[in-house]
């Protein structure tokens, strides 16, 4: 678990698309951020306070949180000195940057000799158990792509915010990097040994209050071939109650996979459903997000609505419009 | 890769199922073992000449392989004598035991002052890539379970067998540790980084002769909820021309899970070649394997009687009956 709240380091971030996790976090867990911290050159910005090491210490930052992606995989110079210092200063660092803090051999003397924490999320800190099965009380809700990239995060952290905003009970449940920096916890799925994918989800989705919702975020897509097991993991390790498909309208084949064109949302509601019914019998497919990113206003509307009424289920960009509908679609669950 | 021919050492196996291991290599590759080595009270025994490690060297063995479980996890101090002059006498040792032989201090010591390799099968030696989901030449076949250890292992050896006593071209495709241990080389598929399952797969089956067959050992079940996802990444990682359903029909629920059924093998059916489908748009479900260790001679012909007629499709039990029927099945994809 990542103390709270953070500093967001930008960096010397070249463009706003850099700087996405910083904006991942600003926009999801605002309460999180204390303000930004930008080098020279910047050109990415989040909309919170700059701020410097003093100014966030006190405020009470806790963590200075990597919100942005390196060039060419190294941990810069510049970078350095300013994170060096930070611990210097009492504050723990967070990343999930390929390359590990822990690797580098600076940052690790000085963490350790001021006796902070590094953490990388892309490597899991806990030794999971092996699924067992077995029901949990509580209620898990799962996003499930026709391909990879198609706003399940998004979708679930929209969810969690609205069932937060209606008073109700809910979690959301990251399962990748960026997950677990807007939340502070979580497992990094992807980095999880095979035989403990399944027994990871379980871990981070116990026995609950039976009002209270999981909102797991989901990961890769049953039909992307590079990433279809951990799908396959999530759905059974999840167990969910709901099952929420995911598509993105304009993708013209599989993410990294040219040869390869996304299945129909009818085929992924009609893949998905009873292999999540293997662990979770009364599971239902409750509605659809619609990442209309790409689309004009009109565009997504009229997108919205066929698919709504084509699929009997309802619809909406989650994001552009809000989760109300998605969220109205689990108190029938 | 595990250099050949092997030694196999039953050490003080308190029973045959103990040796299962050493069993497997002799059953399937007789041709890699010299001898057995047994200790004192050993009461394991696969039918090879008793060797001293002076003999099994002079007749020619490379590598010292444990056949055996050891008993709470524990490496004896007096297997230790054996494979530490194994060592010292020019062997390499290779385990597909829990605790691992590079975790022994004096095991560790004595290879690396030797030069001798210590092969643990349990832990991936190579760094795999992402699957890229490109089509291969060459064929493939996967027998897919209805449950785990319902015999996929030994249907693929006893197709693989079959296919080379008809001079054809194939290979068995280890997946697990037996079946490392059992071909000397393979991938450790339960071990690997959830990232990186499908392309160890790809990896492990790359492009062949038009007309060779790469017999995929299975793994897991798509049925169960442990290990599903493990078996997904086989599917599509493998990408199988040709899907053998495997079943064992005394099972009354499945492995470890009390509370979950098997599936039907015409659910199992209509569950995986769909699956395979996304990867492999040609593949078939070409033929049935029942395991009927359990059952007398006239239940088994019965039972595999009516499931022929029952599924429309070639079955048989590959260890008790031999693999012809498979392979004959194999012979129109």
Not at 38 to 54: F, H, I, N, S
Not at 102 to 119: F, K
Not at 279 to 302: F, Q, W
């Amino acid at each position: 678990m990542i103390e709270t709240p953070y500093l967001l380091f930008l960096g010397d971030a070249p463009d706003q698309l850099a700087a996405k996790v910083a904006r991942g976090i600003r926009d999801w867990r605002p309460d999180n951020c204390v303000g930004q911290f930008r080098l020279e050159g910047c050109k990415a910005d989040v909309g919170l306070p700059d701020m410097t090491l003093a100014d966030a210490k006190a405020a009470g930052a806790k963590t200075v949180v990597i919100g942005v992606a390196n060039r060419g995989g190294v941990i810069s110079q510049a970078w350095k000195r300013v994170l060096v210092e930070a611990l210097e200063e009492g504050f723990d660092l967070a990343s999930g940057l390929h390359n590990l803090l822990r690797d580098e051999e600076d940052l690790a003397a000085v963490a350790r000799a001021t006796g902070r924490s590094l953490h990388d999320v892309r490597i899991p800190s806990v030794k999971y158990p092996i699924a067992n099965g077995e029901p949990r009380t509580g209620k898990r809700c799962l996003a499930v792509g026709t391909d990879c990239s198609v706003g399940k995060m998004y979708t679930s952290l929209a969810m969690d915010a609205e069932m937060k905003a209606r008073g109700l009970k809910s979690s959301f449940r990251a399962t990748g990097q960026t997950g677990i920096l807007i939340t502070g916890e979580g497992i990094p799925l992807d980095a999880v040994i095979a035989d403990f994918m399944a027994g990871a989800v379980e871990w981070l989705t116990p026995d609950n209050d039976p009002d209270h919702w999981d909102m797991i975020e989901g990961q890769g897509s049953l039909f992307h071939v590079s990433y279809s097991g951990v799908t396959m993991a999530l759905i059974h390790g999840g167990a969910p109650d709901a099952l929420i498909l995911s598509h993105e309208p304009t993708r013209s084949h599989m993410r990294g996979l040219p040869g390869y064109t996304l299945p129909s949302l009818e085929t992924l509601r009609d893949t998905a459903l009873p292999l999540a019914r293997i662990a979770n019998p009364k599971c239902e497919v409750v509605g659809i997000s619609v990442n209309t990113a790409a689309m004009s206003e009109d565009e997504a509307l009229s997108y919205i609505g066929e698919t709504e009424k084509r699929m009997g289920l309802p619809t909406c960009d989650p994001f552009r419009q809000g989760a109300g509908k998605l969220c109205d679609a689990l108190s029938s669950i």
